[in-house]
Structures are given as structure tokens and as C-alpha cells.
């Protein structure tokens, strides 16, 4: 609950700015932007000199300012991405059901009201996945990721 009322605080700010965050700036994906569910995501950025040795987190989130919802930590499980990296693919995209979703990247174990958060874009799934929000598993930090975090080629 503590994780979900920072995040909604975050996506206040976020909602009117975009990105709420003075170390990265997010390109992709962005509101024309489609993901579709088995085929690949493209997050692209750039973060600030003191970052580029740190290692960075991406989450995908869904819902409304007011009622934001945690769907996945893509870089789960040694699949963190390093922060000087501009472009990252996300493949294969889990099945979450269509909607709104945002995504947001920052430090690895950072307050993520100082992530940078997307603006909304498209996903296209039929929800045979759920987000893990709303399931009892520990999927974050115990199973194999399912889906693999490789760099972009810019
Ligand atoms: C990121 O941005 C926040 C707020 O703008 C700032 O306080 C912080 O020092 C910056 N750097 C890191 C590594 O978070
Ligand atoms: C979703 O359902 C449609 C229609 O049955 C199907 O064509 C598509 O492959 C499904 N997508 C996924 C990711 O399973
Ligand atoms: C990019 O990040 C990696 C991992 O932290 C680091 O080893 C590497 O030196 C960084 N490269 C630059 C150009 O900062
Ligand atoms: C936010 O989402 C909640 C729950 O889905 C909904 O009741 C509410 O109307 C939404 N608010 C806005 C501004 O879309
Ligand atoms: C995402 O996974 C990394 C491990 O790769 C972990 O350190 C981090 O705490 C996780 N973040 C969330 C929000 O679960
Ligand atoms: C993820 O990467 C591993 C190792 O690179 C590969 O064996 C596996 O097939 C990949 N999984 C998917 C779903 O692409």
C-alpha cells in the first residue's frame, strides 16, 4: 500500500508533465505508441551524466492518476539494465489485457518519484496474464522473468 500511494503521487505530477524526472528523459514509448502482446517493446531515454553508472529498473504500470496500478517490473531478476543504455527491447510482451499503460524507469532501488514516467500509450493483449498486482505471486523476485530485457540498437 505504502509502494502504491508513492506511485500515485508520482503519476499526479507525471500526468501534467509527463516526465517528472530531472535525470531521464523518455522518448518511447509515447502516446501513437503500440504494444502488442508477444511482440517486442522498445523503451528509449536518455539519462544524465551522474547516472551513468548506475544500473536502471523498468516498470510497466496501468490506470488512472488516481488509480494506478503496478502490471510488472520487466527488469526483474538480474535483468537490469544499465542507465547509459538509450534504448532497450522488451520481448516477448506478457499477454495483460488491452488498455492505457505507462511505463517508468529509474534507478535501481531509487524513490520512484524521481523515475521518469511515460505518457500513456496502447497495449493490445487478450489478459491471459494479470498484472502482479492483483495476483498473490512473488513473481518480482523469485521466477524466471518472462520476458527478456536486451539493448536496442540505437
Ligand atoms: C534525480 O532527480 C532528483 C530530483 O530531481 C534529484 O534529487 C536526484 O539527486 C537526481 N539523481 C538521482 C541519482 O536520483
Ligand atoms: C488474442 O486473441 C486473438 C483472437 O483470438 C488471437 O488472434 C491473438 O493471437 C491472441 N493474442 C495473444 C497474445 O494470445
Ligand atoms: C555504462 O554502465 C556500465 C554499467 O554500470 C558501466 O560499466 C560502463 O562503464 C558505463 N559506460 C559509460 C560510458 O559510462
Ligand atoms: C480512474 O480509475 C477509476 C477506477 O478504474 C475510475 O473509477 C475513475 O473514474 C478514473 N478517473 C479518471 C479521471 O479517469
Ligand atoms: C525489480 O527487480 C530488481 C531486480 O532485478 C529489484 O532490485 C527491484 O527491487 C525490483 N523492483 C520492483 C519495484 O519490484
Ligand atoms: C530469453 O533469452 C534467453 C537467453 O538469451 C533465450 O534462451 C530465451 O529463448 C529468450 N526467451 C524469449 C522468450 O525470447
Redesign the pocket.
Known sequence: MK?LSVAVAALATAVASVSASTNFTIFEPWGETTWTAGKTGTVTWSASSDLLQSFC?I?LLTGNASDAT?VT?F??????IPCNYTKANLHPLPDYASGQYFIRIGP??GA?DNYAYSGFFKYVGNGTVLPEGETATTE??GATPATNVTEGSA
Open positions: 509502494f529498473e516498470h503496478f517490473n527488469t526483474a531478476n538480474g535483468n537490469l535501481n532501488g520512484t518480482s523476485t
